[in-house]
């Protein structure tokens, strides 16, 4: 079974930084997707970013893109979600998702029913 632990989360201020770590074990097989997703109150579980093992590319969606980058150990099974630049709109219980299925969707729209695995979750609360 694919286990997810997240970390790194926690209270930071508006401009801040935070680094954001997933560990994942269990793969049964080389080809696999690893995500993040963020779910803010009152709002939808929305997709922020994907690796995938089979070509090890890895994006993250337009709404964080230049301030949230992804860097993956080189076990390929530990994705880390630096985000710079915080603002409180980024304010949400963050998760790790991972599947053996697919691979990291090419329209890159993450979407939460396309991913079997998930981790519990870090808060990350941007103040001001």
């Known amino acids: 079974e694919v286990q997810l632990v997240e970390s790194g989360g926690g209270l930071v201020q508006a401009g801040g930084s935070l680094r954001l770590s997933c560990a994942a074990s269990?793969?049964?097989?080389?080809?696999?997707?690893i995500a993040w997703f963020r779910q803010a109150p009152r709002k939808e579980r929305e997709g922020i970013s994907c690796f995938g093992s089979h070509d090890g590319a890895t994006y993250v969606v337009d709404s964080v893109k230049g301030r949230f980058t992804i860097f993956v150990d080189d076990n390929n099974k530990t994705v880390h979600l630096q985000m710079n630049d915080l603002r409180s709109e980024d304010t949400a219980q963050y998760y790790c998702a991972a599947d053996e299925e697919l691979g990291c969707p090419l329209s890159g729209v993450l979407r939460r029913g396309d991913f079997l695995s998930w981790g519990r979750g870090t808060q990350v609360t941007v103040s001001a």
């Open positions: 269990g793969f049964r097989f080389q080809n696999y997707a």
